[in-house]
């Protein structure tokens, strides 16, 4: 049988018999009784509470691989659906503008695209966003200083143009950014005073 049962069986026992004859039973006798019951109890409760700290880690380990494998299986989709070469053209217009930028202002880049071609008030494609003149001057620079064609696309760039189709957007509907630090004082000008500025985040700044 096991010790701690054993311990029980035997205090309630004791007490038993005591509540029943009283008058047999020696006041030493019940305390030693109520110390055993005390002592198998608080053995039990080390016991349990070592079971219980030992499987915490497995637990949580248990349900982070729960989550991994929701995640792995059921990937982001795109709500935006556009073709490898529109893809490839929005990483590198992304890279160009936000090369020096974390993951969240290149995502704010890729944003902005999106924004204009489905906008109706821009050219209907990627492509056609990316490289649009307006009496003749270039919506985004890089395509006119090379920066576009020299740049190394990173891998966050990709990563965050597909969070942009998947509908990750910080824009509020921007249509336009600007970096002031080192844009033409005109060009901010005109910025400010034709549209609505929205926000600004690590140097740039957007408007509707």
Same mark, same amino acid.
């Given at each position: 049988? !096991?010790? @701690?049962?054993?311990?029980? #069986?035997?205090? =309630?026992?004791?007490?038993?018999?005591?509540?029943?004859?009283?008058? /047999?039973?020696?006041?030493?006798?019940?305390? /030693?009784?109520?110390?055993?019951?005390? &002592?198998?109890? %608080?053995?039990?409760?080390?016991?349990?509470?070592?079971?219980? %700290?030992?499987?915490?880690? #497995?637990?949580? *380990?248990?349900?982070?691989?729960?989550?991994?494998?929701?995640?792995?299986?059921?990937?982001?989709?795109?709500?935006?659906?556009? %073709?490898?070469?529109?893809?490839?053209?929005?990483?590198?217009?992304?890279?160009?503008?936000?090369?020096?930028?974390?993951?969240? $202002?290149?995502?704010?880049?890729?944003? =902005? &695209?999106?924004?204009?071609?489905? $906008?109706?008030?821009?050219?209907? *494609?990627?492509?056609?966003? =990316?490289?649009?003149?307006?009496?003749?001057?270039?919506?985004?620079?890089?395509?006119? !200083?090379?920066?576009?064609?020299?740049?190394?696309?990173?891998?966050?760039?990709?990563? *965050? =143009?597909? @969070?942009? #189709?998947?509908?990750?957007?910080?824009?509020?509907?921007?249509?336009?950014? &600007?970096?002031? $630090?080192?844009? !033409?004082? !005109?060009?901010? *000008?005109?910025?400010?005073?034709?549209? /609505?500025?929205?926000?600004?985040?690590?140097?740039?700044?957007?408007?509707?």
């Amino acid at each position: 049988m !096991d010790n @701690r049962l054993y311990l029980r #069986l035997a205090s =309630v026992s004791i007490l038993l018999i005591a509540a029943a004859v009283p008058v /047999t039973i020696s006041a030493k006798t019940l305390e /030693t009784g109520l110390q055993e019951l005390s &002592v198998a109890e %608080s053995y039990e409760t080390i016991l349990d509470k070592k079971i219980a %700290s030992e499987a915490e880690p #497995l637990q949580k *380990s248990l349900e982070q691989i729960d989550v991994m494998a929701k995640i792995s299986s059921f990937p982001a989709k795109r709500i935006y659906h556009i %073709s490898d070469t529109d893809f490839n053209i929005l990483s590198r217009i992304v890279e160009a503008e936000a090369t020096d930028k974390d993951i969240k $202002s290149k995502i704010l880049v890729a944003n =902005v &695209v999106l924004n204009r071609w489905k $906008s109706g008030e821009f050219p209907d *494609s990627i492509e056609g966003v =990316v490289f649009q003149r307006e009496n003749g001057a270039v919506q985004f620079s890089p395509t006119a !200083d090379g920066r576009y064609y020299s740049v190394h696309v990173t891998e966050s760039s990709k990563e *965050s =143009v597909e @969070r942009a #189709l998947t509908g990750e957007d910080y824009s509020e509907g921007a249509l336009y950014f &600007v970096e002031r $630090s080192i844009a !033409d004082p !005109d060009n901010v *000008s005109w910025f400010d005073s034709a549209l /609505t500025k929205l926000f600004e985040y690590q140097g740039h700044a957007f408007y509707k």
